[in-house]
């Protein structure tokens, strides 16, 4: 991906994330594009990008051979929102996982949002699990039946996602 790519998709989660998160997610986008196993997603409108996702590998420690990821983070540009570019990330990024042999996606995310596109909340480990609280936005959505059910124990995702605060759901609402 090359520097311009990286900047647009850096700004898109600036300004969806707003000016209290924005420049924080921006980073970490910019992390998790420089390694080699992201898959990033982006939707356009009248030849502007609106819209990114970024999927990378989620590891259950017990199960190594199942094939998770997480989803994180999910922008779209203020003024697409509301306007099917979510959507059009969700459904294309889910049919990417597919065709790559993905057994599940995982998001700490908004839980009125995510349903709509098949997660459902899990009981299963983030990296941090006593800083989950709001078990709701903890979620997955299983893309090869009956995978999500043997899946049990301490979980890891890529570094640049790794630090406890993106896991503290504490200030969530």
Not at 11 to 40: K, Q, V, Y
Not at 137 to 145: Q, S
Not at 156 to 168: C, L
């Amino acid at each position: 991906m090359d520097p311009k790519e990286i900047e647009t998709i850096k700004n898109i989660h600036r300004l969806a994330f707003g000016a209290e998160e924005g420049p924080e997610i921006a980073e970490l986008a910019e992390g998790l594009l420089a390694l080699p196993d992201t898959i990033s997603i982006t939707a356009s409108r009248g030849g502007r990008v609106a819209g990114n996702v970024l999927f990378t590998p989620f590891r259950f420690l017990d199960h190594p051979d199942a094939k998770c990821f997480l989803l994180a983070p999910l922008g779209v540009l203020p003024e697409y929102q509301r306007h099917g570019v979510g959507t059009e990330l969700m459904e294309t990024g889910i049919s990417r996982l597919r065709a790559v042999g993905t057994d599940a996606v995982f998001v700490l995310g908004v839980p009125a949002y995510y349903p709509q596109h098949g997660f459902v909340p899990t009981g299963k480990q983030t990296p941090y699990p006593d800083l989950l609280t709001v078990p709701e936005a903890w979620m997955v959505l299983e893309l090869t039946p009956g995978a999500v059910e043997p899946l049990s124990g301490r979980t890891t995702a890529v570094e640049p996602i790794m630090p406890a605060a993106y896991w503290d759901t504490s200030g969530r609402g």
